[in-house]
């Protein structure tokens, strides 16, 4: 049986089917979300951003101090450091004017390092943002990804870009596959490959080793 990213995209996609990535009604809300997310659970960034719903647009949470804003996203966690992230996030995108357009316009790699030098935007994060919001065709390594291709079989680079390299060069650079495959990758470890895996009925059970971390 192959072994490969492409075989594990076509297994869950075609078990799971189309998962609609980034759940956000607007692209502003995906990359609040984004930063949310960090070390933290999506129920809490879900409870954060519905009291934060008022003030979703990127000139509102401008005028907002950060104390205010530190108190709307506190189920999120970290709420004090997350709301200072989220300034300087937003002191960024208003460099830009709020036009999404014309970062889009960036090439990734120039526009992965403007995101990685905002303070709190780490790798993961900025390929998130770069992957849902700025339309860049990128695998993003999370825990999820770590876990189980590691389960698989996959003996994967310990760093976070040289994991990401080893799973682009195998695959074809498509905008729509790489934001399957990561909301894929989170639904796989949500159903079956949880920190105690639930091995029947796995869509990729057929090429697991099964390895224990």
């Not at 809300?29 to 934060?52: C, D, F, H, P, Y």
């Not at 506190?74 to 450091?81: A, D, E, H, K």
């Not at 698989?152 to 650079?173: A, H, Q, W």
């Amino acid at each position: 049986m192959e072994r490969s990213y492409q075989f594990i995209y076509d297994r869950l996609f075609h078990y799971y089917g189309p998962q609609n990535w980034w759940p956000a009604e607007t692209v502003f809300e995906m990359m609040i979300g984004a930063i949310l997310v960090q070390n933290t659970s999506w129920r809490n960034v879900e409870k954060a951003l519905l009291a934060l719903k008022p003030y979703i647009r990127p000139e509102r949470i401008e005028r907002l101090a950060v104390d205010e804003l530190a108190q709307l996203i506190r189920p999120s966690g970290f709420f004090n450091i997350k709301a200072k992230r989220i300034k300087s996030f937003l002191q960024w995108f208003q460099s830009y004017h709020y036009e999404l357009d014309k970062i889009k316009k960036l090439d990734r790699q120039s526009l992965r390092e403007e995101l990685l030098n905002i303070h709190g935007i780490g790798r993961e994060t900025a390929d998130v943002l770069l992957l849902y919001a700025f339309d860049k065709p990128i695998f993003v390594v999370d825990a999820y990804a770590r876990r189980i291709l590691y389960r698989i079989g996959f003996d994967m680079p310990t760093s976070y870009d040289s994991f990401r390299r080893k799973v682009e060069n195998e695959l074809p650079n498509k905008l729509a596959l790489y934001n399957e495959f990561h909301a894929l990758i989170v639904e796989h470890a949500k159903e079956h490959c949880k920190a105690v895996p639930i091995c029947e009925d796995c869509p990729l059970t057929v090429i697991c080793d099964k390895r224990i971390e």
